[in-house]
């Protein structure tokens, strides 16, 4: 199954992504991942990047569209995909959509995870992050000494993005340029829009069952 899964930012769509990919044995590439590994390496991409993404804009299209290309070449991709954070614009939809004729793939389902601004405002400005790679919530997943990472002790951070200025940014990005991709993928008969104000659980199994029966049709 060759799949994109989008969302607005707090969607939950990088953990669903990552559950789906592990249930249904295809890998998840997400852009944002791909991008940070980018900056950590201090690459061109990832230093032409970093402005961007610091104040919660989007990268531009020249500097993604390789990186998916490339990444959609490799072996690992042969039976099927699940695409986390790309296509973001109706223009990187038609790039997708070039890259995949020319691989003699298309997609099977753009599935858009849906939920309310109030609740991915609560999302996003309560996490907290550590340099070790641990992340947490103050809400949901609170640490158990208040900015203290309990894996390593390292004092926790506020990605600049999930400040409320920056989370108000992205979500007025998404709408003006993501939201036209559910008419774009209306029209191609390949959308299906999910409640994503539930739990983790009750989200992956609505998308589970979508996806099992369209490889119930397929087989």
């Known amino acids: 199954m060759n799949i994109v899964l989008f969302g607005p930012p707090g969607s939950g769509k990088g953990t669903q992504a990552k559950m789906l990919a592990e249930k249904y044995g295809i890998p998840h590439i997400s852009t944002g991942d791909i991008l940070r590994a ?56 038609d790039a997708l959509r070039s890259i995949l004729t020319e691989m003699d793939k298309k997609l099977d389902r753009v599935l858009n995870i849906d939920v309310p601004d109030e609740e991915l405002i609560k999302r996003l400005a309560g996490r907290r992050m550590c340099s070790c790679g641990a992340s ?10 208040e900015g203290i990472c309990d894996r390593c002790g390292k004092p926790l951070y506020q990605r600049d993005d999930d400040k409320e200025e920056a989370i108000m940014n992205r979500l007025e990005v998404y709408k003006h340029q993501t939201q036209p991709l ?15 104000a539930g739990s983790i659980a009750e989200v992956f199994n609505e998308i589970s069952r979508v996806l099992d029966e369209l490889q119930k049709r397929a087989s």
Request: proline share 5%.
């Open 38 to 93: 980018h900056l950590k390496n201090r690459t061109k991409r990832g230093l032409e990047a970093r402005a961007y993404m610091d104040r919660g804009a989007l990268v531009p299209d020249d500097i993604l569209i390789g990186i998916i290309k490339d990444r959609l070449s490799q072996p690992d991709c042969t039976s099927g995909f699940l695409l986390d954070g790309y296509p973001r614009t109706v223009r990187q939809a």
């Open 136 to 145: 947490y919530h103050i809400l949901f997943n609170a640490p158990k000494r």
């Open 182 to 196: 559910i008419e774009y993928y209306t029209n191609e008969g390949l959308l299906m829009t999910v409640n994503g």
